[in-house]
Nanobody
Framework: QVQLVESGGGLVQAGGSLRLSCAAS????????MAWYRQPPGKQREYVAS???????NYAVSVKGRFTISRDNAKNTLYLQINSLKFEDTAAYYC?????????WGQGTQVTVSS
């Protein structure tokens, strides 16, 4: 079983920065690809970024160049550095990983960008 706990969200002005964290329990963290998703108000959950166990990264077009995903396998922690925040980045951000037949999500952390 895997438990994921996100933190680091908050209210921030447009143009500001935040770093989100996702603490993972369980032994699969270092071997698994990890991902961030987000769900804007009234919209469906969408992919943000992912990182493989060896550090290869991938980003949604909408965040490329502003967001950086990283991981610390020694701490079982996933990060998302968010820079140059835009109003449209307002969303609940979720950490995700998976095993065959199992999909794991955290409870989410809210990011709200004010003008």
């Amino acid at each position: 079983q895997v438990q994921l706990v996100e933190s680091g969200g908050g209210l921030v002005q447009a143009g500001g920065s935040l770093r989100l964290s996702c603490a993972a329990s369980g032994s699969i963290f270092s071997a698994n690809t990890m991902a961030w998703y987000r769900q804007p108000p009234g919209k469906q959950r969408e992919y943000v970024a992912s990182i493989t166990n060896d550090g290869s990264t991938n980003y949604a077009v909408s965040v490329k160049g502003r967001f950086t995903i990283s991981r610390d396998n020694a701490k079982n922690t996933l990060y998302l550095q968010i820079n140059s925040l835009k109003f449209e980045d307002t969303a609940a951000y979720y950490c995700n990983t998976w095993l065959p037949k199992s999909d794991f999500w955290g409870q989410g952390t809210q990011v709200t960008v004010s003008s």
